[in-house]
């Protein structure tokens, strides 16, 4: 199990790059699929905490960045194609380990 969510995690990141490059109908539904197979199988109870940190850097970077490439004209457009779709995969993984984390908590009481 752990080498499928492991392919699926490579396969998310070469698809956000082959984004800039190639139209490939429905990424987003995969990037989705495949980031909710990352967090199912690849994130164990210990680094929950710290992947969820990534996570949330990793979005606000995202989305910081994609605000402010807008002035960089064509090669904006690829980098803005490319992160976006990246922020799609991690976010549907940090869905995942997120929900996984809340569950956690409540068990603890």
Same mark, same amino acid.
Not at 27 to 43: H, K, P, S
Not at 74 to 87: C, E, K, Y
């Given at each position: $199990?752990?080498?499928?969510?492991?392919?699926?995690?490579?396969?998310?990141?070469?698809?956000? !790059?082959?984004?800039?490059?190639?139209?490939?109908?429905?990424?987003?539904?995969? $990037?989705?699929?495949?980031?909710?197979?990352?967090?199912?199988? /690849?994130?164990?109870?210990?680094? !929950?905490?710290?992947? +969820?940190?990534?996570?949330?850097?990793? +979005?606000?970077?995202?989305?910081?960045?994609?605000?402010?490439? /807008?002035?960089?004209?064509?090669?904006?457009?690829?980098?803005?194609?490319?992160?976006? /779709?990246?922020?799609?995969?991690?976010?549907?993984?940090? +869905?995942?380990?997120?929900?996984?984390?809340?569950?956690?908590?409540?068990?603890?009481?």
């Amino acid at each position: $199990m752990v080498s499928i969510g492991r392919w699926a995690f490579l396969i998310g990141i070469i698809l956000a !790059i082959l984004s800039g490059f190639l139209v490939i109908p429905q990424l987003a539904l995969v $990037m989705v699929v495949l980031g909710l197979i990352v967090g199912f199988l /690849n994130i164990t109870g210990k680094e !929950i905490q710290t992947y +969820l940190i990534a996570v949330i850097a990793l +979005l606000v970077i995202g989305v910081a960045s994609l605000q402010a490439l /807008n002035s960089l004209g064509v090669f904006a457009r690829w980098i803005d194609t490319v992160l976006g /779709n990246f922020i799609t995969f991690v976010a549907a993984s940090g +869905l995942v380990v997120a929900i996984a984390a809340v569950i956690s908590l409540g068990k603890e009481d």
